[in-house]
């Protein structure tokens, strides 16, 4: 069944780790994203990619990084967490463009991070 | 700057009534206009959307009502569920999702 997945679910740190949110999606959509999302606000863009070896920063300025080196696989970094850094991450793909007659996000169920 | 303005941030609507959430924008590029439903633990999920050359949308109980004019829009549930119970997104973007503003988000809560 074509999904998006992510792991892990929760994740507790300490500060100054280095940790990795995985993405991956089996829908063979170019486009996807990541978001932040904090209680009573709204989703904010980090990062994005139209395809393979494409990067983009979002509207929200992050001190994360992301790479896409296959269709399907889109990993977030943070080198050194931070309390700040604590908040929900969404990981979303779509196939806006490619023909679709209601363009839309596939959001993976999320990883909660606390940065402790 | 906020674009998109939702309202209410929350809302309590009995069971077969009907649920309002507003949403107005500024950005008269916007083109697309989807509402998402997000249940506690879960990623959001697109519910329905509306392009600005119709007035309103309709998906069994769910309903998009556009004006274009007054840059506002909104989503009707008719006859709420409790199942229905979750966090509703509305959002705007031109051009594709890498450009999406979403709302704030609107609890629904619906009681038996």
């Known amino acids: 069944e074509a999904d998006i997945y992510q792991t892990p679910r929760y994740l507790v740190i300490g500060t100054g780790k280095k940790i990795t949110l995985e993405c991956s999606q089996t829908m063979g959509h170019d486009k996807m994203y990541w978001y932040q999302q904090d209680p009573g606000m709204e989703l904010h863009l980090i990062h994005y990619?139209?395809?393979?070896?494409s990067t983009e920063k979002g509207d929200l300025s992050s001190e994360s990084t992301v790479s896409r080196i296959r269709t399907e696989h889109f990993p977030l970094t943070l080198e050194s967490a931070r309390p700040s850094h604590t908040s929900q991450y969404l990981c979303?793909?779509?196939?806006w463009g490619q023909g679709a007659s209601v363009e839309k996000l596939f959001f993976g169920s999320g990883t909660q991070l606390s940065v402790l | 700057q906020q674009q998109v303005k939702q309202s209410p941030q929350s809302l309590i609507v009995q069971k077969g009534g009907i649920s309002i959430i507003n949403c107005a924008y500024e950005?008269?590029?916007?083109?697309?206009f989807p509402w998402y439903q997000q249940f506690p633990g879960k990623g959001p999920a697109l519910l329905i959307a509306i392009r600005p050359d119709v007035s309103e949308k309709k998906e069994g109980r769910f309903t998009i009502s556009f004006n274009k004019s007054a840059k506002q829009f909104s989503l009707h549930i008719m006859d709420s569920q409790p199942g229905d119970s979750a966090t509703y997104f509305c959002a705007a973007t031109s051009g594709g999702y890498q450009k999406v503003t979403f709302g704030t988000g609107t609890k629904l809560q619906v009681i038996p």
């Open positions: 990619s139209y395809g393979v070896n």
């Open positions: 979303a793909s779509s196939d």
């Open positions: 950005n008269t590029a916007f083109d697309y």
